[in-house]
């Protein structure tokens, strides 16, 4: 521990120098024009995996954006860590929302600002540190190997067939991923569930254009007052869904589990006060952790028909169109709900519309239990640098790959994330405090020896 | 009858190249940069009226666009005739969709093709000739008084402040109106009812931005989900409104009536087929003809909120409006209405969102009774030319300056409309068929005819 410390203090400037060359570079993943940022990171990249130790880094074009491969065996007969992250970030817009210049890194009141600071420039940086420190004090006590991605803010499009085509290069014993936060500065926390996604557009057509809606109102359906009373029909009064079969492969969680969630830290008050909610809302018999953690949830993202200029236009619209996605929990699997979904959609539609009904997007839930070795090597290395156990969370939010890194690779993953819900992610003034970065990495080497020690 | 005739037949393409003179000026009220053709269409009224015979023509200008005076007092003790029309039009955009440039008139297959060459000027123009022909053939049997304004299509806004100030010129024994449609070429109608409007918008609002749906989601209250179960309680299962109190004002339509109703040429196949739906739907125990005419409905206009843009994108929006707008029957009061939609729908505001409630525009219902001297007198005139005694017909939709008219100048306005449904007014393309034109010019002194000799 001694060591770490003094290693992490002697480098401290360059550290972040060197992260700060990284987040130079606008990679960001979603914008055709930044292609060449895409190939100019991975070189970056490549650069400072050898510089801090690796045997070997290559570039692996996709057929979308590039993968970064890396490596140090140590010894074939020692456990084999894989650390995943990713390269790319979101958009910047809207850029007038900045405070500083999004690929111009700034420290202030002990915060790096800047597009990727978190996520996942920031908390992927701290392990090309930690790994340096280990090889430069003769600490590392696994082989490890990198895979760093492009496409993580796209839907990771190109990753599962690269792990399907590189199955033996990527073999491991487990994955090691920090790209999730945890629970407050002084609260650390270790992911162990993400919810799955069964993303869809449904649009509604009733007549053939948009009518007056004086010479025809009353006599012909309607289809944005359709498609809101089919939404309608989604969800019962009790906030439960209402499609047949939803819940049927939803796993119960056991009393004592729920109790044991009830023990986090978690102010209701405080949270519809950040909010600006009069009252929290959702599936009755659950708490707001449960209904994030451990139960499903349909939203309506997104929804457009019709006049929506400024002032009256008496139409009766020819069509409206809504994106509405489901959070999956564990055991649900995305294609059937797609399914699911789209016949309870489609049985629902009255006379004089006719439904399309689309599936955009999807991904599988991820459940890591907490009895393996290297949960608890996860847990002890918490445990250590923030002098408190690290309490098991249930994410709300999806990870779509995991999933796939156990269905391909056959191996777990610990996401063992080291950022704040006030970092900001995706929106403008991303940030990550200097003291979670400098953490991660004096707690990194720490998962690596109780992990050897299995 | 013999005298009409030969008058149009000998005056025929003059009458025509007026007209064109008339829709050459693009006098659309909305938008801005038409101003000054706005103020060019009235000095070509004033010229026209003056030449076919009006003692004096005049422009008065209002808060608005100018509206133009005309009359010609042949007895004051002979009963008064006050036509009214409008010389201003819809916008012409999208411009890539007419045949022809919208401003320059032109005859094919027997219409004119041009903005405004139904909807109101080639309606508007019949009333100048027919005028000029009882003049030129000492057949003017009434008192003749003409107010033209520019604002019909924005909403009448200057009129009935117009009306208020100047009751003692407009006094009269009746309006004559044409700016509606007949049933078909050969089946003439005559309006006798209007629909009322409450135009209302709403905005539910809930997190004080976007969340991340996938963290927030299940939690708490869903905007645009809130939004639609709001929409889908305003009707219920039957497509009857369901705000309390909405129904109170509505009269009730006699059996007698609504068998009349039915005898309407009408067919239901058609219809649907028109306008590509497989049923129509609307309030149980109305049929379609009923449900426009004789009852109140409810229409989203448009509705919007969260993300609409190409794929998926894991919001929980924090806002989602709508614009929602009821047709009332004659005796509903619009501004109650208004008012009983906005405590209605606050009512069933849920936990978790605040809702905010505009109203934006609205007007009264209209129906003229069919016994009166002035209704006879264009019944009597429409037979004469179309050889079939007219339908009295109740529209759908909504014309708010004819129920003013009643209100604040005491005199009830005889709706003797020769558009067709086929003529595209407010769409690309617009037109206006030859016949319609000059056998609204041969009617109308018939009108005044039968109407003088009450």
Not at 59 to 75: L, N, W
Not at 249 to 266: G, L, Y
Not at 356 to 379: C, F, M, N, W
Request: one cysteine or more; glycine letters at 8%; a negative charge.
């Amino acid at each position: 521990m001694e060591t770490i410390k003094k290693y992490i203090e002697e480098n401290k400037q360059r550290f972040l120098d060197e992260l700060f060359g990284l987040i130079r570079i606008p990679s960001v993943s979603s914008q055709p024009e930044h292609k060449d940022d895409m190939v100019r990171a991975t070189e970056y990249i490549v650069e400072k995996l050898l510089e801090a130790g690796a045997d070997k880094a290559e570039v692996f074009s996709t057929e979308g954006h590039p993968v970064v491969y890396g490596e140090k065996i140590i010894d074939t007969k020692a456990p084999t860590v894989l650390v995943y992250g990713h390269y790319d970030v979101q958009p910047v817009e809207p850029l007038d929302e900045w405070d500083s210049p999004p690929f111009e890194p700034e420290i202030r009141d002990g915060k790096i600002y800047a597009r990727g600071a978190d996520d996942d420039k920031g908390q992927l940086y701290m392990h090309f540190k930690a790994f340096e420190l280990m090889v430069k004090t003769n600490t590392l006590s696994c082989n490890i190997k990198f895979m760093i991605e492009g496409e993580e803010e796209v839907g990771s499009k190109s990753l599962k067939k690269f792990c399907i085509e590189h199955k033996e290069l990527l073999k491991s014993d487990v994955i090691l991923v920090s790209d999730t936060t945890m629970i407050a500065r002084d609260v650390s926390s270790i992911t162990v569930g993400l919810r799955g996604l069964s993303y869809m557009e449904v649009e509604v057509t009733g007549p053939n254009r948009d009518l007056h809606s004086g010479l025809y109102g009353g006599a012909v359906a309607n289809p944005v007052n359709v498609l809101s009373k089919m939404i309608a029909s989604l969800t019962d009064e009790n906030n439960h869904i209402a499609i047949p079969g939803f819940y049927d492969d939803v796993q119960e969680v056991s009393r004592d589990e729920r109790n044991e969630m009830a023990k986090q830290p978690f102010n209701q008050e405080e949270y519809n006060k950040s909010i600006d909610i009069n009252k929290e809302v959702g599936e009755k018999g659950y708490s707001t952790i449960e209904r994030i953690g451990i139960r499903p949830s349909l939203d309506v993202n997104g929804i457009w028909g019709g006049y929506t200029g400024e002032g009256a236009k008496t139409i009766l619209p020819s069509k409206a169109s809504a994106k509405i996605s489901m959070r999956l929990v564990p055991n649900q699997k995305s294609k059937k709900v797609d399914k699911l979904f789209e016949e309870y959609f489609k049985s629902i539609a009255p006379d004089g519309v006719r439904v399309k009904v689309t599936s955009l997007h999807g991904g599988e839930g991820y459940v890591s239990p907490i009895d393996t070795v290297a949960y608890q090597a996860a847990s002890k290395a918490c445990e250590d640098t923030f002098g408190k156990k690290p309490i098991p969370v249930r994410s709300g939010g999806s990870i779509p790959i995991i999933s796939d890194f156990e269905g391909v690779l056959g191996v777990k993953s610990i996401l063992m994330g080291f950022g704040l819900d006030s970092d900001a992610i995706h929106s403008p003034n991303e940030n990550y405090p200097l003291f979670n970065f400098f953490k991660g990495i004096e707690t990194i080497p720490l998962f690596f020896r109780y992990f050897a020690e299995q």
